[in-house]
């Protein structure tokens, strides 16, 4: 079984940081793509950022030269490394492992 747990959401004012971590247990960690999305209020939930086993990474273009993803194998652990943060940045993110697992969210809210 494969479990993932969010941490390191909160609130923030407009152009802060956070960092969110993501550990995941289970199967083996490092052979995995991993990603964080996100989901506002009413809306569906997007893709924010994926970073594969073979570390390349792919960012939707309203986060690109802001966010950062990162892994730590030995840790199991994902990041998203949040920075100059905006209102519209104001969600429940998700980590995402590949195949399709999901942990439950941690809630970012940017204040303006």
């Known amino acids: 079984q494969v479990l993932l747990v969010e941490s390191g959401g909160g609130l923030v004012q407009a152009g802060g940081s956070l960092r969110l971590s993501c550990i995941a247990s289970?199967?083996?960690?490092?052979?995995?793509?991993m990603g964080w999305y996100r989901q506002a209020p009413g809306k569906q939930r997007d893709l924010v950022a994926t970073?594969?086993?073979?570390?390349?990474?792919d960012y939707v273009d309203s986060v690109k030269g802001r966010f950062t993803i990162s892994r730590d194998n030995a840790k199991n652990t994902v990041y998203l490394q949040m920075n100059s943060l905006e209102p519209e940045d104001t969600a429940v993110y998700y980590c995402?492992?590949?195949?399709?697992?999901w942990g439950r969210g941690t809630q970012v809210t940017v204040s303006s």
């Open positions: 995402w492992r590949s195949p399709n697992y």
């Open positions: 289970g199967r083996i960690f490092s052979i995995n793509d």
């Open positions: 970073l594969t086993s073979g570390g390349n990474t």
